[in-house]
């Protein structure tokens, strides 16, 4: 079990806005960046927003993230179909290392 | 360009030991951290570790250490990931990545394409 929470699925259809949520604690999203990572199916993480909110260069800025607290969100608006993939969450801990979120699929119905 | 370059799928038994490489290049090598992740099948990710190639400075996840060496050469720009005594439960795919900025306040931005390493009797 993730020391980050997502949720395991989140669905929606081409166009609509979709969260993806991500759960930690005091000692990691707390006070600590967080970075999310994008897997299509077959193919290695790429990295989708850097330093909690910064998007690396050729990233679409229909993907944007946020925090507050112990907790951060993944937000794409604009769905398309080549947006299905899973979503992984992930934030230095104290202890100078990185925990991963468990992932979630996003399916674009 | 950036590019990770790992070494190919390996099949192994029980016991046996294995070095898995990742070639670094389009950048210096030496002044980034280099991280080693895995994904077991039907899995997420998982931290394993991180280097600094210019002192071979070394960080293990507690849930990796004693069971991993990590390592890397700098004159030939290439992290190492190794094993002595493989378990099937090692089987997974394992990404290198190149962490962006210092350590702490890094992504990883650049991935390898994975090494699949399948452990069976």
């Known amino acids: 079990q993730s020391v980050l929470t997502q949720p395991p699925s989140v669905s929606g259809t081409p166009g609509q806005r979709v969260t993806i949520s991500c759960s930690g604690g005091?000692?990691?999203?707390?006070?600590?960046?967080v970075y999310w990572y994008q897997q299509l199916p077959g193919t290695a993480p790429k990295l989708l927003i850097n330093?909690?909110?910064q998007r690396p260069s050729g990233v679409p800025d229909r993907f944007s993230g946020s925090k507050s607290g112990t907790s951060a969100s993944l937000a794409i608006s604009g769905l398309r179909s080549e947006d299905e993939a899973d979503y992984y969450c992930a934030a230095w801990d104290d202890s100078l290392n990185v925990l991963f979120g468990g992932g979630t699929k996003l399916t674009v119905l | 360009e950036v590019q990770l370059v790992q070494s190919g799928a390996e099949v192994k038994k029980p016991g046996e030991s294995l070095k898995i490489s990742c070639k670094g290049s389009g950048y210096s090598f030496t002044s980034y951290w280099i991280a080693w992740v895995r994904q077991m099948p039907g899995k997420g990710l998982e931290w394993m570790g991180i280097?600094?190639?210019?002192?071979?400075?070394?960080r293990y996840s507690p849930s990796f250490q004693g069971q991993v060496t990590i390592s890397a050469d700098k004159s030939i720009t290439t992290a190492y990931l190794q094993w002595s005594s493989l378990e099937a439960s090692d089987t997974a795919t394992y990404y290198c990545?190149?962490?962006?900025?210092?350590?702490?306040?890094?992504?990883?931005?650049?991935w390898g394409p994975g090494t699949q390493v399948t452990v069976s009797s």
């Open positions: 005091s000692s990691n999203i707390g006070s600590n960046f």
């Open positions: 280097i600094y190639p210019g002192d071979s400075d070394t």
């Open positions: 990545a190149r962490l962006d900025y210092d350590f702490r306040s890094g992504g990883l931005d650049h």
């Open positions: 330093r909690d909110n």
